[in-house]
């Protein structure tokens, strides 16, 4: 029970985004208003997944330096867990940009960037499945995923600030700091941001560990 | 010790770039049908315009000619690992490091994009016009742009040569981690084209350079890695 400590610190924190998401005193703004919500439940997608995609390549480089079944099949859980938390904060950006921006899509640099940043982890799952002899599927796809980290830093975090972008904190729309006078959105945000990388970090766990377990019963049978 | 393994690594690299121009030079159909491919693109690029260079207004013009120097380079460096047969790979394999490896074909790729994209953007200017008005400018983006694609499509080539159908999966791989270089070649070039001034494109020439670090560093720590198997 000791050990599993943050599992349940995970569930408190997640319960007290979504009660105090919904139901806690926001400031009034135009444009935003009600929307301004979505800081608790977008942004941290976005916190999450870089995490987590760190954590696989971590877990690449420790591959490369140590193969073992472990290390290749929790880089593998934690890219497809990054790709889950990419696809839900596209899709809650989506569905905020609607009701603010006017569009689902706006050629946004940020947009841009991630649905760029998704591609190359798809190319990474095709270029998975295309091996059959599990050493080298682990080696090569460590290689890739290594290689198109390195190509994926300069993509979120030099490219949106070259160019203006729509979100708030760019091209002199006021940002987090402006709205937030009373700290009252940053009371629930960084709880957010803490509870969703932990429920990120929690499935990487289950399904690496289910991985593991069943790549052994093959070895036995 | 670290100089003279630096001595060997030079003399490696000169070595496999001068067996790569003497196998070009004998097997001239690939570098025959490369140059084709460039004027079959560009004369269809200016046949589905309608031969009416007027509706090519200079930002579709740019982007076309990226575009095109996008697959020439993909077509053109994805056979660069693939053209390898398993013996020769395993002679190599036997006498010379796997950094020497790397580097000489990203410098061979890069010699040929190079020849590939002036030759490109010659012909695309004669054909379809040339509205560039700073050409010295228009050229160093160019020079970027097949130092940039040659070095991240070396890496990814070797990658995709291991796998199973290496064609489909070199443009899958290559184009999401290819795409920052472009946009900002577009822009760098977009400005050379209206004749801004020079210190506007500093941003993108001093990024595109970093990029161009980041990509080569990696290739050569990863690549012994991937020689291995």
């Given at each position: 029970?000791?050990?599993?400590?943050?599992?349940?610190?995970?569930?408190?924190?997640?319960?007290?985004?979504?009660?105090?998401?919904?139901?806690?005193?926001?400031?009034?703004?135009?444009?935003?208003?009600?929307?301004?919500?979505?800081?608790?439940?977008?942004?941290?997608?976005?916190?999450?997944?870089?995490?987590?995609?760190?954590?696989?390549?971590?877990?690449?480089?420790?591959?490369?330096?140590?193969?073992?079944?472990?290390?290749?099949v929790i880089a593998f859980e934690a890219a497809?867990?990054?790709?889950?938390?990419?696809?839900?904060?596209?899709?809650?950006?989506?569905?905020?940009?609607?009701?603010?921006?006017?569009?689902?899509?706006?050629?946004?640099?940020?947009?841009?960037?991630?649905?760029?940043?998704?591609?190359?982890?798809?190319?990474?799952?095709?270029?998975?499945?295309?091996?059959?002899?599990?050493?080298?599927?682990?080696?090569?796809?460590?290689?890739?995923?290594?290689?198109?980290?390195?190509?994926?830093?300069?993509?979120?975090?030099?490219?949106?600030?070259?160019?203006?972008?729509?979100?708030?904190?760019?091209?002199?729309?006021?940002?987090?700091?402006?709205?937030?006078?009373?700290?009252?959105?940053?009371?629930?945000?960084?709880?957010?941001?803490?509870?969703?990388?932990?429920?990120?970090?929690?499935?990487?766990?289950?399904?690496?560990?289910?991985?593991?377990?069943?790549?052994?019963?093959?070895?036995?049978? | 010790?670290?100089?003279?393994?630096?001595?060997?690594?030079?003399?490696?690299?000169?070595?496999?770039?001068?067996?790569?121009?003497?196998?070009?030079?004998?097997?001239?159909?690939?570098?025959?049908?490369?140059?084709?491919?460039?004027?079959?693109?560009?004369?269809?690029?200016?046949?589905?315009?309608?031969?009416?260079?007027?509706?090519?207004?200079?930002?579709?013009?740019?982007?076309?000619?990226?575009?095109?120097?996008?697959?020439?380079?993909?077509?053109?460096?994805?056979?660069?690992?693939?053209?390898?047969?398993?013996?020769?790979?395993?002679?190599?394999?036997?006498?010379v490091s796997p950094q020497g490896i790397i580097?000489?074909?990203?410098?061979?790729?890069?010699?040929?994009?190079?020849?590939?994209?002036?030759?490109?953007?010659?012909?695309?200017?004669?054909?379809?016009?040339?509205?560039?008005?700073?050409?010295?400018?228009?050229?160093?983006?160019?020079?970027?742009?097949?130092?940039?694609?040659?070095?991240?499509?070396?890496?990814?080539?070797?990658?995709?040569?291991?796998?199973?159908?290496?064609?489909?999966?070199?443009?899958?791989?290559?184009?999401?981690?290819?795409?920052?270089?472009?946009?900002?070649?577009?822009?760098?070039?977009?400005?050379?084209?209206?004749?801004?001034?020079?210190?506007?494109?500093?941003?993108?020439?001093?990024?595109?350079?970093?990029?161009?670090?980041?990509?080569?560093?990696?290739?050569?720590?990863?690549?012994?890695?991937?020689?291995?198997?």
């Amino acid at each position: 029970m000791k050990k599993n400590w943050w599992k349940a610190l995970a569930v408190v924190l997640l319960v007290f985004t979504v009660v105090a998401g919904m139901l806690s005193n926001v400031p009034r703004l135009a444009i935003l208003n009600e929307t301004i919500r979505n800081l608790y439940f977008h942004v941290p997608m976005w916190f999450g997944m870089i995490l987590i995609l760190t954590t696989s390549v971590v877990y690449s480089i420790k591959y490369l330096r140590n193969p073992t079944v472990k290390n290749d099949v929790i880089a593998f859980e934690a890219a497809k867990v990054g790709i889950l938390f990419g696809v839900l904060g596209i899709v809650t950006g989506m569905e905020w940009a609607k009701f603010t921006w006017g569009e689902y899509w706006s050629n946004d640099p940020k947009q841009n960037a991630s649905a760029i940043g998704l591609l190359i982890y798809f190319a990474y799952l095709v270029l998975r499945s295309s091996f059959n002899e599990q050493q080298q599927r682990a080696r090569i796809s460590a290689v890739y995923n290594i290689f198109a980290f390195a190509a994926l830093i300069p993509l979120l975090f030099i490219l949106p600030r070259l160019t203006d972008s729509l979100h708030p904190g760019n091209g002199g729309n006021p940002g987090f700091n402006t709205y937030d006078l009373d700290s009252s959105l940053r009371m629930v945000f960084y709880p957010a941001v803490i509870g969703w990388t932990l429920l990120g970090i929690w499935i990487v766990n289950v399904k690496s560990r289910l991985e593991i377990l069943r790549q052994r019963l093959y070895e036995t049978v | 010790m670290g100089q003279n393994r630096k001595k060997v690594l030079l003399k490696e690299i000169l070595y496999l770039i001068r067996k790569d121009l003497v196998l070009e030079w004998r097997q001239k159909y690939a570098l025959n049908g490369m140059l084709l491919y460039v004027g079959s693109v560009v004369f269809v690029c200016y046949l589905s315009f309608g031969m009416r260079s007027n509706i090519l207004v200079a930002p579709v013009w740019n982007a076309m000619l990226w575009i095109i120097l996008l697959f020439v380079s993909v077509n053109a460096i994805a056979k660069s690992f693939m053209q390898e047969n398993r013996g020769r790979l395993l002679y190599f394999y036997s006498i010379v490091s796997p950094q020497g490896i790397i580097l000489a074909k990203i410098i061979y790729n890069t010699a040929l994009m190079l020849l590939l994209a002036l030759i490109c953007f010659v012909f695309y200017g004669f054909v379809l016009g040339n509205p560039v008005q700073d050409v010295p400018m228009f050229l160093l983006s160019i020079l970027l742009g097949a130092v940039g694609f040659s070095t991240s499509l070396t890496m990814i080539s070797s990658i995709a040569s291991k796998a199973a159908n290496s064609s489909t999966l070199m443009a899958v791989l290559s184009f999401p981690v290819i795409v920052p270089m472009l946009l900002m070649l577009i822009k760098m070039s977009k400005n050379a084209m209206d004749g801004l001034n020079r210190s506007a494109s500093l941003d993108e020439l001093l990024t595109l350079l970093a990029i161009n670090m980041i990509v080569v560093t990696v290739s050569y720590i990863l690549f012994p890695y991937l020689w291995r198997s």
